[in-house]
């Protein structure tokens, strides 16, 4: 290694146009987000993932995040279709990243390479085995995470269709693939380009020389050959793609906008409604009783014996001596008709003197 | 009769007025709370009643007195009543309460009418229970009251005045006391799963009104916060292991709520601001309230019958199959969800294999790495190329 580094003058080698680079860039965005705002809505009954929720908002403002990243993320996705189509089928690059039989034999002999029991490692192409592992990975993945998102973004309209244990098990699906997809990416992607080597090839779009040599060498040999031709756009291909990929563009971004506005009631449910029950229903009103007597007995025309003594304010109490089995008792008219004392001087009045 | 005669009876008046100074303030602190040591404080003067002076008027029968209003305040108490309560039984003399009349002409009465008597004397309580009294300045019934509505409970009007015995005794007795004033909601409640065990058995493990809406600080329970707090309400005692035994439920309905879509929003709804209003339901809306049934009654608001129409209460566009989408309360196992069950089985097997064989392929690398680099530095020749 060392007598190329001395040697070899520092080459840089393409390897991400700026297409790959705008779609990794939105993707690793939106994951990031996606993780950060999903991970703890998996395990939110746990102290930490609720301190998490809370610190970034509350539920409401994480959801609506976690779903703008998801929007984000279907759109790199959709992007990333039409750019692999332009590539693929106008520019008419190779399929390199199709997996071949040479990716599983190249895994082994990279083991036994690192075991010792090879000498020398296997050479990779444009795409070596563990890219290719992600990659595919990623796609599937993301593809999971999409139909089981849909199915939980709109479960009413999901239940029309399948049957209702569709939807736990697609959250069941939806955190099971997102754990995974996370920690894949922590000890996959992050130990392959991060913490063994720093790959800037996504973010600058070159590779040097020596990294060219250890992880594609094939590749680079076919450069050195003059086996790569460069990729020239076929303008009769060209005119069929376009408004293929306009349609599909219209398409994808019309079942985007289903995908956000189909549903009205599974999240902006309506309020419960109030319980119709009246909340102040005495079961008995307590009856009070109604002064009547001086009524019925002015009614009757009984003339009152007039009172004879002077009305100071200890004698204000008249039942007191005139109570039944009191000093001077009030005839029995008075009991069948219930007594009230304060009436009293409405028919005995004062004797005038 | 003469005002010698009514100067004999104003002595024993002033005898149990002195007989309040000397004795009450010992027993009322004692008795600051309405539970009392079952020991009665032992009577003061054995000889004679203090009350007899208030009794010898309060006990003939028919005594009213006309208020402003034309209704009659009755002056007679059923004397033999008062003694069997709780008060009574402790000796407490009549003007231990009626503190305004010390003597004979009484004060005037100044209340409009009947329910004003009654909003003028029962603040007294709070002489001798302010944690009680102040707890229910806290209550929607005093915030009825002070909004103007005279109907609102006042102490009196749910232990009584003169009566007063154990508002807990026998348990079905708490509800029966709030069927007072709510009886459409207790006819609910009668029909309910609680309510009926309570009534019929006088069931010691079912809510009586209390439990759920408290005792003397009785919350508004159509606030934001009682909604959402509601679920660790009804969690308490479902998730009583002993108490959910005896009737074969499920101590898992708390938890698997708070696992699922509407008790996990509910809950951080509830850290993050108890005060906002939130349409995710809670136990009560797929339950009911007061006439919430066991979970297979058919009449049951959750029973799988019903269950869609419940389900449409918060979301109309609901289809037939749409009500299996909840899990019921049960942890998904391979007889009730098996579709749930097997994915967080496929799950639970794939990642540890998966990120275990990517974890050992990268420390296969990572050795590989730092043996090369060891190897490297023992060849002199490499060396001194690298020294370059």
């Known amino acids: 290694m060392s007598e190329r580094s001395t040697s070899a003058p520092k080459k840089e080698y393409v390897r991400f146009g700026l297409s790959d680079r705008i779609a990794h860039f939105l993707v690793m965005v939106s994951f990031t987000m996606l993780v950060i705002t999903g991970i703890p809505q998996k395990y939110v009954p746990a102290n930490w993932a609720e301190v998490m929720v809370l610190w970034m908002g509350g539920i409401e403002r994480v959801r609506i995040v976690h779903r703008i990243a998801a929007l984000v993320l279907i759109a790199a996705s959709i992007y990333h279709v039409l750019v692999a189509g332009y590539n693929l089928y106008v520019r008419r690059a190779p399929l390199s990243m199709l997996p071949k039989w040479k990716d599983v034999t190249d895994a082994f002999e990279t083991i036994q390479h690192y075991l010792g029991l090879r000498e020398e490692p296997p050479k990779y192409d444009r795409y070596n085995f563990a890219e290719k592992l992600e990659y595919w990975a990623?796609?599937?993945?993301?593809?999971?995470?999409?139909?089981?998102?849909?199915?939980?973004?709109?479960?009413?309209?999901?239940?029309?269709?399948?049957?209702?244990?569709?939807?736990?098990?697609?959250?069941?699906?939806?955190?099971?693939?997102?754990l995974l997809a996370f920690l894949s990416i922590l000890a996959w992607h992050v130990y392959n380009v991060h913490l063994r080597t720093f790959n800037r090839s996504m973010f600058t779009g070159k590779l040097t020389r020596e990294e060219m040599e250890e992880e594609h060498w094939l590749e680079l040999e076919r450069i050195e050959k003059g086996e790569t031709p460069p990729l020239i756009p076929d303008p009769r291909r060209r005119m069929i793609y376009i408004p293929l990929a306009v349609a599909f563009t219209l398409i994808s971004l019309f079942l985007l906008y289903l995908f956000v506005t189909y549903e009205e009631t599974a999240i902006a449910t309506v309020p419960p409604q109030p319980v119709e029950v009246e909340i102040y229903t005495p079961a008995t009103p307590t009856p009070t009783p109604k002064p009547d007597l001086v009524h019925i007995f002015y009614e009757r025309k009984v003339e009152a014996r007039p009172v004879t003594h002077d009305i100071v304010a200890e004698r204000r109490d008249c039942l007191f001596c005139h109570g039944l089995g009191r000093l001077d008792p009030y005839s029995p008219i008075h009991a069948e008709l219930g007594l009230n004392n304060a009436s009293c001087l409405d028919c005995h009045a004062p004797e005038k003197k | 009769m003469g005002r010698l005669q009514h100067g004999l009876w104003i002595i024993p008046v002033l005898l149990a007025v002195l007989t309040v100074g000397v004795f009450a303030p010992a027993n009322m602190q004692a008795d600051g709370h309405a539970r009392v040591s079952p020991q009665p404080t032992p009577t003061p003067t054995p000889e004679y009643d203090p009350n007899a002076a208030c009794v010898a008027c309060h006990s003939i029968p028919g005594r009213t007195l006309p208020l402003p209003s034309g209704e009659a305040l009755s002056l007679v108490i059923d004397y033999d009543a008062y003694k069997q309560s709780v008060h009574g039984q402790k000796d407490i003399p009549c003007t231990g309460c009626h503190t305004n009349i010390i003597d004979y002409p009484h004060p005037d009465i100044t209340a409009y009418d009947h329910r004003d008597f009654q909003l003028e004397r029962y603040t007294i309580c709070r002489e001798c229970h302010p944690d009680q009294y102040e707890a229910t300045l806290d209550s929607m019934h005093a915030t009825a009251l002070a909004g103007g509505n005279r109907d609102a409970a006042?102490?009196?009007?749910?232990?009584?005045?003169?009566?007063?015995?154990?508002?807990?005794?026998?348990?079905?007795?708490?509800?029966?006391?709030?069927?007072?004033?709510?009886?459409?909601?207790?006819?609910?409640?009668?029909?309910?799963?609680?309510?009926?065990?309570?009534?019929?058995?006088?069931?010691?493990?079912?809510?009586?009104?209390?439990?759920?809406?408290?005792?003397?600080?009785?919350?508004?329970?159509?606030?934001?916060?009682?909604?959402?707090?509601?679920?660790?309400?009804?969690?308490?005692?479902?998730?009583?292991?002993?108490?959910?035994?005896?009737?074969?439920?499920?101590?898992?309905?708390?938890?698997?709520?708070?696992?699922?879509?509407?008790?996990?929003?509910?809950?951080?709804?509830?850290?993050?601001?108890?005060?906002?209003?939130?349409?995710?339901?809670?136990?009560?809306?797929?339950?009911?309230?007061?006439?919430?049934?066991?979970?297979?009654?058919?009449?049951?608001?959750?029973?799988?019958?019903?269950?869609?129409?419940?389900?449409?209460?918060?979301?109309?566009?609901?289809?037939?199959?749409?009500?299996?989408?909840?899990?019921?309360?049960?942890i998904p196992d391979p007889e009730h969800n098996p579709l749930v069950y097997y994915i967080n089985l496929f799950y639970a097997i794939v990642i540890p294999l998966t990120i275990g064989g990517m974890l050992a392929f990268n420390s296969l690398d990572l050795i590989h790495r730092i043996v090369r680099r060891r190897r490297k530095g023992h060849e002199p020749g490499q060396e001194v190329k690298d020294n370059e």
């Not at chain 1, 479960?155 to 955190?175: D, M, R, S, V, W």
């Not at chain 2, 108890?274 to 009560?284: E, I, L, S």
């Open chain 1, 138 to 178: 990623m796609v599937w993945g993301t593809l999971i995470m999409a139909v089981t998102g849909f199915m939980l973004w709109n479960p009413i309209t999901t239940t029309k269709f399948l049957p209702g244990e569709f939807i736990p098990a697609a959250l069941a699906a939806h955190g099971g693939e997102a």
């Open chain 2, 154 to 330: 006042i102490c009196t009007d749910c232990h009584g005045s003169h009566d007063i015995s154990d508002p807990h005794t026998p348990r079905h007795r708490i509800s029966l006391t709030c069927s007072k004033c709510h009886a459409a909601i207790f006819a609910q409640y009668k029909e309910s799963v609680h309510g009926a065990a309570l009534l019929e058995e006088s069931n010691p493990d079912v809510p009586t009104c209390i439990d759920c809406h408290g005792v003397h600080s009785i919350h508004d329970p159509t606030t934001a916060r009682f909604r959402l707090t509601s679920p660790e309400m009804c969690g308490k005692c479902h998730s009583d292991e002993e108490r959910m035994a005896k009737y074969g439920i499920s101590t898992q309905v708390f938890d698997t709520y708070v696992a699922e879509f509407h008790g996990t929003t509910v809950t951080l709804f509830e850290r993050e601001s108890p005060d906002q209003p939130v349409n995710t339901a809670v136990c009560y809306d797929c339950h009911g309230i007061h006439n919430i049934k066991f979970v297979n009654d058919p009449d049951a608001t959750v029973v799988k019958e019903h269950l869609l129409e419940t389900c449409r209460r918060c979301h109309p566009d609901a289809d037939a199959n749409f009500p299996t989408a909840w899990v019921s309360h049960y």
